[in-house]
């Protein structure tokens, strides 16, 4: 896999923007991506958040810490927004009914193994399950 290119996709993002900004400047105001950053920041918000980040986020970061307004009204959040503030409690409150509906989801999925409603008497009988066909030695 070839290494993605941040500061060539960063330079194009701004050029695009610039062209936004110039057709529609108060709907998209000119906005620059704050500097690179540290790995001191890095691990400040991975341990805010309690996870190690996106390594491709990761590094993403290490050349552009955060955008704010990259898009419409939508900014990339940088290590001070990660775990905190207000476009970290957007950002969740965007997000959230998806994953209240994956969570849901995940909730009404048979367990792994047991037999999909979808079965027939005899493909359970003979120990088909949603995950696979019946083991080798129930088949005839």
Known sequence: MNPVRWDALLALANVQRGRLSQIAERVHPYTLPRIEATPEQLDAAEA????????????LLCYGNGWPLLIWDA?????DDLGQGP?????????????RQRRHQRAARPPQGAPHPGLSARQRRHGATRTGPPPAAATR
């Open 75 to 79: 900014d990339m959040l940088g290590t």
């Open 48 to 59: 805010r958040i309690g996870q190690p980040l996106d390594p491709l986020y990761r590094e």
């Open 87 to 99: 476009r970290w409690a957007h950002g969740h409150a965007l997000l959230e009914p998806l994953l």
